[in-house]
Each structure stands twice: as structure tokens, then as C-alpha cells.
T-cell receptor, first 113, second 116 residues
């Protein structure tokens, strides 16, 4: 089965800097990869999807890369703000169904003023 | 649109009791799923449905039942609660995949369940 690794240690950065979060997977290469944001006590919220044939995707201050050779995705937040503080989850589809997701444990990001 | 709603928000059960977690969505999504989230484990898929009348098991289905009689509702039943089922439960829905789909899943606010 697919295993996803995200850094379990919190990432602390200063406002204005770029935050970079890592998602590594171990088995089959997925057709796509998603990133979600989760705030304490709330459900995850979808941010971005990147497909296997895409190297990079951007949305406002967010950038996601997908390297199927390294089996890795990087998630960047540029010009970070305290409001970006949250846990960020990486998700991939299971090989048994496009809509069945496997999630990483998430990385907590703390942006200090 | 209310999106995905879940009730109750909190629940405490004694071992052996049964209960149903409710989930409803008003976006006419075909796909619905239930996840549990435990510290250090991430979200794990319990059961899912690709449409009314069709359900299937996810990664951790034991101890849970589901049914899907309407597009809108997808209740999760705990048959005989055990302390190992203490968790936060999330329901999610998604549109049928199509050209250019983002496969975005919309999550509810969660139900925090404690089994003593």
C-alpha cells in the first residue's frame, strides 16, 4: 500500500519568508497529488492539485512541484503571513480508485510576525 | 450552500454502545467518504460511496457500517463502540471526476468521538 511521509516536526518561519514543505511517497506513482490545509478543530480544505505530467503548479502565493523520479512533492508558500499558520496535508489517490485518498500525517507551519 | 454538515460535533459513548454519525451534503456530489483522524496517523479512509446504493470499504472498515439511500446523506454506524474507535471522524464529498477535474474533496467540520 502507498505510504506518505511528511515532516512531523513543526516548521517555524518568520513572516515574509518562503515556507517549503515536503511530501514523499514510497510505492506506485500516483496520477495526481493534492495539498490540503487544516486548521485546529476543522476539516481539511483543498488547496492545489498537481498531475503526474505536470512539474509545477502555482496559485497566488502557493507553488507545488511534483518529481515522479524522486517520488516527492514540494509545497511552497512565498511571502508567508501569520494567517498561513496551519497544518498542511499531502494526499494521493489509492491505486484502487481515483477518489480514494491516502493522506500524510501533515506538517504544522507556524509563521511568526 | 451549507456544504458538508456533520452531527453531532461531540459524542461520548460507553464501550458496547452503538450510534450513528450523520453526514449530509447539498452539492449533489456523487462521491462521499468517511475518514478517521488520529494523532500521528493522518486521515484514514473507513468507507466510501460512489453513488446512491453503492458503498465499499476503505482502509479501516472493521466495526463500522454505512449505507447510501440518497445522494445527500451518508451515515456512519458504529455497531458496538470500542475505546480504539476514539477519534475525530470526518465526512467528505466530491464531484464525479471529469476532464480537468481537481478531484477536490469537501470536508465536513468533524465529529469528535470518545469511547470510555
Amino acid at each position: 500500500s502507498q505510504k506518505i511521509e511528511q515532516n512531523s516536526e513543526a516548521l517555524n518561519i518568520q513572516e515574509g519568508k518562503t515556507a517549503t514543505l515536503t511530501c514523499n511517497y514510497t510505492n506506485y506513482s500516483p496520477a495526481y497529488l493534492q495539498w490540503y490545509r487544516q486548521d485546529p478543530g476543522r476539516g481539511p480544505v483543498f488547496l492545489l492539485l498537481i498531475r503526474e505530467n505536470e512539474k509545477e503548479k502555482r496559485k497566488e502565493r502557493l507553488k507545488v512541484t511534483f518529481d515522479t523520479t524522486l517520488k516527492q512533492s514540494l509545497f511552497h508558500i512565498t511571502a508567508s503571513q501569520p494567517a498561513d499558520s496551519a497544518t498542511y496535508l499531502c494526499a494521493l489517490p489509492m491505486n484502487t480508485g481515483f477518489q480514494k485518498l491516502v493522506f500524510g500525517t501533515g506538517t504544522r507551519l507556524l509563521v511568526s510576525p | 450552500n451549507a456544504g458538508v454538515t456533520q452531527t453531532p460535533k461531540f459524542q461520548v459513548l460507553k464501550t458496547g454502545q452503538s450510534m450513528t454519525l450523520q453526514c449530509a451534503q447539498d452539492m449533489n456530489h456523487e462521491y462521499m467518504s468517511w475518514y478517521r483522524q488520529d494523532p500521528g496517523m493522518g486521515l484514514r479512509l473507513i468507507h466510501y460511496s460512489v453513488g446512491a446504493g453503492i458503498t465499499d470499504q476503505g482502509e479501516v472498515p472493521n466495526g463500522y457500517n454505512v449505507s447510501r439511500s440518497t445522494t445527500e446523506d451518508f451515515p456512519l454506524r458504529l455497531l458496538s463502540a470500542a475505546p480504539s474507535q476514539t477519534s475525530v471522524y470526518f465526512c467528505a464529498s466530491a464531484d464525479a471526476p471529469g476532464t480537468g477535474s481537481s478531484y477536490e474533496q469537501y470536508f465536513g467540520p468533524g465529529t469528535r468521538l470518545t469511547v470510555t
